[in-house]
């Protein structure tokens, strides 16, 4: 079945600075990466999406980039801030389910 | 905005009790997802759930657990005779016919001492 791998599993970084997060997966079939935020005591919230024949979606901030020939993905959040700290994941879908298997999740803290 | 809501936010059992984790996913979807966190661990996916019957399960979802959608509102899990080891974080989701955005619901903390 699929895996995801995800690192680092801790970032610390300036406000203002860039994050980059990186994610592999095993099968080569999944077609479908999506980015979740968790912050203490809640439900993971999707923050970005991408889809297999997409090789990098923006959004404001956030910016996540496809290599399917390698098999990794990865989030980039640019000039972060406080808030953006929490818990990021990402997770992967093969073509034939529905169910996310995701990465153990990086958890982002911010500094300002 | 539309959101799915789970109850309880915590659980606490005693080892050998059954459960009922309730969820109320978003009004016009039809797939509904059971996942469950560890303290500290990864999100891991327990069973989906389509038509009014498992669509999808993982090997975690063993003869002890059981979905079921009672109304027209309400998806449960139930696990029957509780173990230490299921306690974690269970997160109930759901998605719209032909969209692959899943929503997460807050939660239930289940401890089982």
């Known amino acids: 079945g699929e895996n995801v791998e995800q690192h680092p599993s801790t970032l610390s970084v300036q406000e203002g600075d860039s994050a980059v997060i990186k994610c592999t997966y095993s099968?080569?079939?999944?077609?479908?990466f999506p980015w979740y935020k968790q912050e203490l005591g809640k439900g993971p919230q999707l923050i970005i999406d991408?889809?297999?024949?997409?090789g990098e979606k923006k959004d404001q901030r956030i910016a996540v980039t496809l290599n399917k020939t390698a098999k990794h993905f990865s989030l980039h959040i640019t000039e972060t801030q406080p808030e953006d700290s929490a818990v990021y994941f990402c997770?992967?879908?093969?073509?034939?389910?529905?169910?996310?298997?995701f990465g153990k999740g990086t958890t982002l803290s911010v500094s300002s | 905005e539309p959101e799915v809501t789970q109850t309880p936010s915590h659980q606490v059992t005693q080892m050998g009790q059954e459960v009922i984790l309730r969820c109320v996913p978003i009004?016009?979807?039809?797939?509904f997802y059971w996942y469950r966190q560890i303290l500290g661990q990864k999100v891991e996916f327990l069973v989906s759930f389509y038509n009014n019957e498992i669509s999808e399960k993982s090997e975690i979802f063993d003869d002890q657990f059981s979905v079921e959608r009672p109304d027209g509102s309400n998806f449960t899990l139930k696990i029957r005779s509780t173990k230490l080891e299921d306690s974690a974080m269970y997160f109930c989701a759901s998605t719209s016919v032909g969209r692959e955005t899943q929503y997460f619901g807050p939660g239930t903390r289940l401890l089982v001492l």
């Open positions: 099968d080569s079939a999944s077609n479908y």
């Open positions: 997770a992967a879908r093969g073509p034939a389910g529905t169910a996310l298997i």
């Open positions: 991408i889809r297999s024949n997409v």
């Open positions: 009004s016009n979807h039809l797939y």
